[in-house]
């Protein structure tokens, strides 16, 4: 696996980061507990992200290469599986 686009981290640096999500995790379930959203104010929010996403980004947006490469090799790996399944004559 490449680490190509990727910043080394310290392990005290990891867990500090991991530990600001978990807090941020928690205040918002918290503060979310008494007014959940309704299902129009969820989907008005989604549109709002990704109205956006395509002001920052652009639209379309950007391929992730990343998430690109990663399907790439789902792929291959469910091309040889398939493969394997026609050659053993699907008896598993």
């Known amino acids: 696996m490449s680490d190509a686009g990727t910043a080394r981290m310290d392990a005290a640096a990891l867990r500090r980061w991991l ?3 978990a807090a941020a995790e928690r205040r918002e379930r918290r503060e979310n507990v008494h007014r959940p959203l ?3 104010e969820s989907l008005r929010q989604a549109f709002a992200l990704i109205a956006f996403a ?3 980004h652009g639209w379309p947006l ?3 290469t990343h998430s690109r490469a990663e399907d790439e090799r789902g792929y291959a790996r ?3 599986l398939r493969a394997a399944w026609s050659r053993d004559g699907g008896r598993g």
């Open 78 to 80: 469910w091309d040889r």
């Open 62 to 64: 950007p391929e992730d």
């Open 38 to 40: 309704s299902a129009a």
């Open 54 to 56: 395509g002001r920052r």
């Open 19 to 21: 530990a600001g999500r």
